[in-house]
């Protein structure tokens, strides 16, 4: 069943058209990602599901209620959807200190006293802020502010959370912890989750469905795996993955029953039961998939290494390939390669082919098997 | 005076105006106490110390005085009625041309006059309304300066040695010297005798001037005046002691007091040309439907004093208190020199033997009703050239 | 008027599912239908009186029998029109005294600017000594009534020409000053400029808390120098304060009476109130209104300037939810030097004014200063020679203390229920920004601000002593007291509230709208707490100027209603300068110890991260 | 030559003792980036360095000359030190457009307009706003609002760069552009850049030297490398690595000449070469150099995999050995593992040993070089 469902929406801000058309369906207790370059419309979204934005029409139902329709005009004020939300602007209440921030909407609702107060100290803890509950905003450091706004959101425990980069200003530490916390929440409450963030590894790490989007609208909406390893075009393919995905100008070629696929002069033959239409393709190989060989090898490009950067467990390696940089990433933490000439091998089964105008050509269903149990 | 049902029935049955025949006074006094209030609305600050002793003499009667001054004593009368409100019980204030000719013929106020004083009081002083007390503007000198009075003629004003040296209050917002500045022009042979007797030769009026009284106006304008705001100051200004060349001025003379409150210095040239004195009436009236007719005639009684008074009463300081406030009544608050009652059986008060004599000019009503808004025009364009 | 937005579509249904679900929308948004409950009260309150004073204006008066002897009273006509604006007396009525009302008043405005905002930066930013006393003191010279600075200033600067005691320059410098310094446009212009740069100075000051300082900072980054981060970055950040302060002082200023009577009338310097003042008094009505017409549509363009120039556009919000600071500046050398430059304008404008009044209550006789001549009298009694006996001294005065107490009952109620309203529209205004709800809304709740004062109670009294709808007829109640002074003080509160709310982040509302926070709770607990410095110097502003307000009330008032300003107005009149130096020496303290504890007691509100 | 130095500066904040002394000395054209927990100080150093904030004692040298002296009182202010300054909460004005807020600072330095406007166009499209220099910054989206922060800094070309989390809004792509940009501008003016991020990666890839703070203290101040292989401290190996270090409670036993650590009853013999006293210590594994064997082998721990998550280019595994949570990080991407029962062995030569106070045991001359190498 879909706890949120927008039909049709669009916005626009004047005559800036915000979101050209967006449908969106999210079922009940997923946890749902909206991801994109900046300025794509996530908050937007976010907004419009909360009821803070009007929409210029189409239609908004939460758990089966219709709260917009621009058809009837109708709509349900914010106070009324029972939502949570972090704003990416934290918007903490400057007049009230920390703890009065996290629970006025519980005491406001009559909530008793004493479940205030575990809330409160459960809340502060969970966010590691306990003792900082006598402060005013003002007097917190960046971080520390984005954690109230996420105290607030623990301590309401609506059914619907929406989160505007809730963790955005916090250390690697802090943000493994509270990604902890967030998705332990959205499991207590089997709340239905709408996230937006730019991380990654965040999106892919708590995410049950992925939305990508651009310029305000949906390029691809799929289960991590989907999205990383199956990206719809070009654009989702080259956003997904830090570091970038690499793209080849290549050929299919077929010869025979065969198919291979031809970069930069060098054949690489395709598995089994691979089609496509020949021609012209751009082929995108993953960083984490290109294998780095010192010395010559069948079936490999030669490559200079442009330079190495470590990032903790793992090395980004730069290469030059006839001219193109690539870049592969290997799993150790290294300062500098031993030889400046290497040699560099493309996995047959992991390459993804795009067709002229950017998108993905579907392959054949061996071949999707085959990477699903990679 | 327009018909009006509602105001006629109210006259008939308290017997005001036509309706006030064979007045018997026990009555009033009875049902006075019956109503057991009464509501004053004056321009003066003083009520309130009237208010005080009646409320002394008929403890069974409550006084409410409000002071409002006399522009806002009639807009409240006016603005209530017309919203249908009757508060008022008595109307005090000056100002001839609203009281006289707005307010008394669209019966916002009834004249009423005590039976028995009719013939205590000069017929112009109660009809066509009851004159409570005569105020007078005087020209004030300093004595200690001038052991003599400084000018003769009141034309010396407009001549060179009393340039920026002579001041009034601002007849603009201020009906009472409005009153003074008629009583001048409505005297214009009088001024132009005078300038003929100072000068020697007959008065050329400047361009557009109509008489000599506003000839005198003119001139004196012209003659670098000092317009203040305030009465008080303008006593004090001129009475100060230890000036070496204090100003002159029009006054409102009971200030005159101020020579014993502050020891001032204050005088009045008694003989000036052709005279030192500008006499002005305060009403004091009944409210068209008073709520409290009865208790309105007892109060408008009690402040014209009482019956008993004639000129033989021996009254002694203070006059608020033992037999001379029986007699003076609701007078004893205004006995003092500059508040002047026109009932001719009361004899004038401490340090004002000039008064009777003296010669005073003041302005009818029906010319005030014709040029006060002539003479204040003028005014305005004359100050502001 | 309403500024209803729903399309035309919504009428032709008038009772479709479709219309109605409109109407509940619209319903649903709590400004919308604020905005329309008040301009429905607004209307009633504030329109009616000026439409009853335009018709007066163009009706036959009772004082205008003398020129129009054939007219009936009540007729229509447009003498009056053609009097002030065309007639023969045109130039001494109305354009000479409206061209040095613009002089003044212009003079005024700009001086008051410059203090107002030096004033609240030095106290707001910076780390001038005694801020927190400060704050507090520099509001004092609008605590005193105007008229008191000007009657020191006369005091002071006389000269010759009005007699009298010497003034103090005459007398320790042994000449005369001349009479530009001692009267007319000049002293004018500074008396009121020291009265009424509170004005800037509470707008300006409470609306700089909440721009965040690291906006200058940035600026400092940029190596702008500190002038020029106040003058690019923070001043038009202040710009709906500073345009609400040029508004309420221009207008403020424009239409005082007091000070340019005391100071221009011995050199015959008239202005528009002198004016109104002298056809009031005289009765001519129709002159009157028409003139005070004028100033209410000067005050409207004003307005309207304002809203053109600070535009939607151009009002930004300051306050957001996030990483704000407010950080000290220092002065370094300057600290002191600047303090002391401010205690000798404080001097001038509060504690010479206050001296003289204090003597003016012990002294016997005028102009004499020497101490036999001083009582205690008329404050604790004690009696003694040369005092008026009659007269009981302050501590069983039953007058006076009835009156103080009306008054301050009076002025308490005043600013709580202006207080309410003045932010319900600022409110209004601020969300439906751009409407025409907004706007309109914005100019009404201004208007009462320069409607003249009598003629306000005059009308009120007409309106009010029949029971409306539901209301029992107020008049002679309290209850009409406090209602004519929360409307005629309501532009106080709806300026600061409107200038309060521009700077309040949305999110900081919505944030509590998404926890299910209804309406009246967000403004309880969020909003009125944020904005809530603006407001209080707003209702401040009321709760003074209703301490010593009369020409509003006087006809309205009963006896036992009688207010401090009513008792020193009783007093002037009978003359009694002592009474009145007690009278006013008790109003100025009360005021400023209401303040004082208000300060104290709302020390621990968190104002804006303040 | 040291370009900044800050001796001995103290910081509260009314009671609050933000800054309990400290001193830091950043050689001209160096990156340094500041690294710390959130509300551990490094806005407030930032914000000390600008001049921003006054510190209560202590001593700050820009460029050779002192701008803030304790003892003399001497201060310069901000505006007279010439530097560049991205705010955390972006601080943009309000009340300009996006090209004045860019601008402000060249046109008031009497730059000629051509300049400027060039400089405007380049920045604009360093960070990808170009075509929105009309618009106001509330009519932007929180990344773009940061975008125009980062620009402001890129065309007022300071020679001395401050910046604190000028990409924590950003998405990946954006941010390794964006990264790529700042650093580009720091080579090019050969400025002095001190760097706040919460991202390690970043802090990794970019800087020259990364300090370490917590609680206003400089837990270890070095290269990226020696940060991450050679932590000062627990708090410092606890801090840096995403995922974090594996901790174990282990004894440093000794049989003869060989040195051995046991944890959970499993010897790890040392290298060769390596000593250290005897008795309980904490080995510190990061996840990456845990290897995962799907049967039993020597020196190995048994270990019960808890769950998988892939993060893109690497897989996280969380897996329980002996009732403690270990988390280990494969190179690619997986949904599950083929078993549930694995063996896991601790390289012997990538342990590192904290004594009993947290203190990390210094290696022998032997092991130090051997990591390096490494
Ligand atoms: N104005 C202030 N008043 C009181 N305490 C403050 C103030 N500003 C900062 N602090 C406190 O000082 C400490 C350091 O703050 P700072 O802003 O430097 O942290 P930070 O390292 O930048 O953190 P973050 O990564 O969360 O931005 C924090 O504990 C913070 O709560
Ligand atoms: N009030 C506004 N007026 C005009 N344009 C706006 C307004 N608010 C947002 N926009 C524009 O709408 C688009 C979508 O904005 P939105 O805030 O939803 O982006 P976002 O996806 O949340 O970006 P980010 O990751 O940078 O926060 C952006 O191009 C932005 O510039
Ligand atoms: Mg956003
Ligand atoms: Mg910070």
Redesign the interface.
Known sequence: MSEIILSNITKSYGSHLAIPGLDLEIPKGSFVTLLGPSGCGKTTTLRMIAGLEHPASGEIRLAGKSVYSGDTGSFVPPEKRGLGFIFQSYALWPNMKVDRNITLALSEAKIPTQTVKTRLAEALSKVQLTGLEGRYPSELSGGQQQRVAVARLIAARNSILLMDEPLSNLDAKLRTEMRTELKRLHRELDATTVYVTHDQVEALTMSDIIVVMRDGLIQQQGSPYEIYHNPANLFVAEFIGDPKINLFQGEVTKSGADFAVSIHGLNVPSRRGFEAPQGPVTVGVRPEDIEIHHEPVAHALAAEVDFVQPTGSQTLISLIVKGQRVTALIPRFEMSLPTKNVWITLPVDRLTLFDASGNRIAPSCGEQSASHAA | QKADPKFNAWMQKNQFGPYQKDEKWEDVVANAKKEGEVVVYSS???M?KVAEDFAKAYPEIKV??????S??T???VV??Q????F?ADVVYTG?T??MV??LLPNNRIVNYVPSYLNDRIPKEHRDPLLTHVIEAYGVFYNSEANPQPPIKNIWELTEPQWK??F?MK??????TT?MMLAAIVEHSDDMEKAYEKHAGKKLKLSPDIENAGYEFLHRLIANDI????NS??IA???G?R??A???MAFSVIH?LTKNQ???YANAIPWDLQPAALFAYPTYVAVAGQAPHPNAAKLYVAFLMGSKDLNEKSELKQ?FRSGASADLLQGMAAFYQIGTFSPRTDVPPPPNSEMWPKARKLSASPEFV??????I??FW??E??? | MSGTTAPAGSYRLPFGGRASRRLWTFLSQPERILGIVLALILGGLVLVPLFELVRETVTVQPYDRAYLPKAQVGDFTLFHYERVFAGRLSWAIFYKPFFNSLVTALGATIICLTIGCSLAWLVVRTNIPFRNTLHTLVMIPYMLPSWVLALAWITFFKNDRIGGAMGAFAYFFGTQPPDWIAYGPIPIVICLSLHYYVYSYLSVSSSLVSVDSQLEEAGAMSGLSRLKQILLITAPLLLPAIGSAVVMTFIRVIGSFGTPAVLGMPVRYYVLPTQIYAAMGTRNAGDGFLLALVLVLLACLFIYVNQRMIGVRKSFVTLSGKGFRNKEIDLGFWRWPIFALLMVLMVAAVAFPLVLLVLQSLIKTAGNYSLSNLTLHYWIGGGGEGVDQLQPALVNNGNVLDATWNSLKLSFMTAMTTGIFGFLIGYVVVRTRGTLTSKSLEMVAFLPYIFPALAFGAIYIGMFSHPVGPFPALYGTFALLVLICSVKTLPFTARTGIAALLQIDKSLEEAARIQGIGWFRRMVKIIVPIAAGGLLSGMLLSLISIMRELSLIVLLVTPSNNVLAGVIYNYQSQDMPQLVGVATTLLVALVIGINIVIRVLTRNVKVAAA
């Open positions: 003066t600050g003083t309130n409410k005085a409000y002071d409002l001054g522009e806002k009639i807009e409240k603005r209530e017309q919203a249908s409100v508060a100002g041309e609203q000719f707005d920026g040296r001041s601002s007849p603009a917002g201020s009906l409005l000092v317009i203040s705001d008080s100051k004090t200004a001129v100060l230890g000036q060349k204090p100003p200030y409150s502050d020891n203070p009703k014709d040029n006060i808004a002539k204040s025009d305005t364009a100050t502001s050239r």
